[in-house]
C-alpha cells in the first residue's frame, strides 16, 4: 500500500510542478505565421495623405528560417503589382535579439523591387540594388517575398524576433508628406527559430 501510495504522491507532485513551470514562463511566443487586423493602418500629421493606404495594411506575415535560407513574407491589403504613382510604401522587418535591434531587412518595389539588409551592432550593409546582397526579393498579387541566403550574411542570428513595419508616402516627392503605417505583429514580436 505505501508504495502506490508514494507512486500516487510523485505523480501528484509532477503535475504540479508542471502547472507551475507553465505559469511561470508563460505562454510560448508566436513563431512564424501570424495574422494582422486589416484596415488598422495609422495617417500620420502632414499635408498630402496618402489617398490609397492599403499597400501599407500589412493582412498577414510569415517569417521561417529554412536553414541557409530566411523567408520574410507580407501579405498586403491590395495588389502591389501596379505601385500607385507618386507614393512609395516601404517594409522593414526589424532583428531584435536579447532585445537589442541588431538588423534591419528594407524593401521597396516602387523604383524596381529592392532590398537590403544592415546590421545596426556591426559593419554589414549589402543590398540588391548593387548585387552585393545574397538574396531576392519578389512581388506577386498581394504578396511581397523576400529570400536572403543567411548563411552567407556573417553575423545574420539564427534565433531572434521580428516585427514588420510599413510606411507608405502620400507623396515622395514631398519631404513633409503624411505616412501610413501599419506593423505586425500589434503586440509581442514574432518569435523565429530556437
Known amino acids: 500500500m505505501h508504495?502506490?501510495?508514494l507512486i500516487v504522491a510523485l505523480l501528484v507532485v509532477a503535475a504540479v510542478g508542471a502547472v507551475v513551470l507553465v505559469l511561470a514562463t508563460g505562454s510560448p511566443a508566436p513563431e512564424g505565421e501570424k495574422e494582422d487586423r486589416a484596415g488598422d493602418v495609422k495617417i500620420g500629421?502632414?499635408?498630402l495623405p496618402p489617398r490609397i493606404t492599403d499597400p501599407a495594411d500589412i493582412r498577414e506575415i510569415d517569417v521561417r528560417a529554412d536553414g541557409e535560407v530566411l523567408t520574410l513574407e507580407a501579405r498586403m491589403g491590395t495588389s502591389l503589382v501596379r505601385p500607385v504613382p507618386e507614393q512609395s510604401t516601404t517594409w522593414r522587418w526589424e532583428i531584435?535579439?536579447?532585445g537589442d535591434m541588431?538588423?534591419?531587412v528594407s524593401a521597396n518595389v516602387d523604383l524596381g523591387p529592392h532590398v537590403s539588409v544592415i546590421a545596426t551592432?556591426?559593419?554589414f550593409q549589402?543590398?540588391?540594388n548593387d548585387k552585393s546582397l545574397p538574396g531576392r526579393v519578389s512581388v506577386a498579387g498581394d504578396t511581397i517575398l523576400v529570400r536572403l541566403r543567411?548563411?552567407?550574411i556573417e553575423g545574420f542570428p539564427s534565433t531572434f524576433?521580428?516585427?514588420l513595419k510599413t510606411s507608405l508616402d502620400g507623396m515622395r516627392a514631398e519631404s513633409k508628406s503624411a505616412l501610413a503605417t501599419d506593423r505586425a505583429p500589434d503586440g509581442d514580436l514574432l518569435q523565429v527559430g530556437g
Do not use: C, F, L, Q
Request: hydrophobic share 20%; proline share 4%.
Open 3 to 5: 508504495r502506490r501510495t
Open 126 to 128: 549589402a543590398s540588391t
Open 161 to 163: 524576433e521580428t516585427v
Open 121 to 123: 551592432e556591426g559593419d
Open 150 to 152: 543567411i548563411s552567407e
Open 96 to 98: 531584435y535579439e536579447d
Open 102 to 104: 541588431t538588423w534591419i
Open 45 to 47: 500629421e502632414g499635408p
